[in-house]
């Protein structure tokens, strides 16, 4: 088949203005500053600075949590950075507070047995924590949510309480519907400085 010389540069022609059509884009405008997409984007967990022991003498660091198909772990270490021995046992006392610091409706589950069987429970015992030295516990949750009558759980911070006071970490805990936050025994740890 032969193309004629006046089809093809009609042809031609046709492609070149279409794509002319299309233009280039518009020079970028500048966005004023409360416009949402100058604003960083929000983070589902950012790690809470690690805090002095001024004072205290106990420091209490949470991980970052792990997640996998809507199953949430997270370790939490308290290390003694004081000059007296500490004790914990058993299982620690937990509250768990929304973002405007309110305490919320949570059961906890001690050795996470109804959360998840992923995780072990080293077992309640008593524990000394010489200075320089950390124990630990891990939490464990599900991000499920099928009850569309109430709001989903959202915690913003977890309260420690030990017995030479509460410890505070910040964080994300979204429970869902499911309200269940499993926590393992304190345990043994060590910490990388």
């Avoid at 004023?32 to 003498?57: E, F, I, K, N, Y």
Wanted: some cysteine; charged content about 15%; glycine content about 10%.
């Amino acid at each position: 088949m032969t193309v004629m010389p006046a089809v093809r540069a009609w042809s031609t022609a046709a492609v070149i203005s279409l794509a002319a059509g299309c233009g280039a884009p518009p020079p970028p405008t500048a966005l004023q500053s409360g416009h949402p997409l100058v604003q960083p984007p929000p983070t589902v967990w950012s790690p809470s600075p690690r805090p002095s022991c001024a004072g205290s003498g106990l420091l209490l660091h949470a991980e970052a949590p792990a997640a996998a198909m809507g199953l949430r772990v997270q370790s939490v270490t308290l290390t003694n950075c004081g000059g007296a021995a500490r004790h914990v046992k058993g299982y620690p006392r937990l509250r768990l507070l929304d973002e405007k610091g309110e305490p919320l409706r949570v059961t906890i589950d001690r050795g996470a047995r109804q959360v998840t069987t992923a995780i072990r429970d080293p077992g309640p015992k008593a524990l000394t924590v010489r200075p320089g030295r950390s124990v630990r516990f891990t939490l464990a949750w599900r991000n499920t949510y099928g009850d569309t009558t109430r709001p989903p759980a959202v915690g913003a911070a977890l309260v420690v309480t030990t017995g030479s006071g509460r410890r505070r970490v910040s964080g994300h805990f979204d429970l869902g519907a499911t309200n269940l936050l499993g926590v393992t025994a304190w345990e043994p740890a060590t910490v990388s400085r």
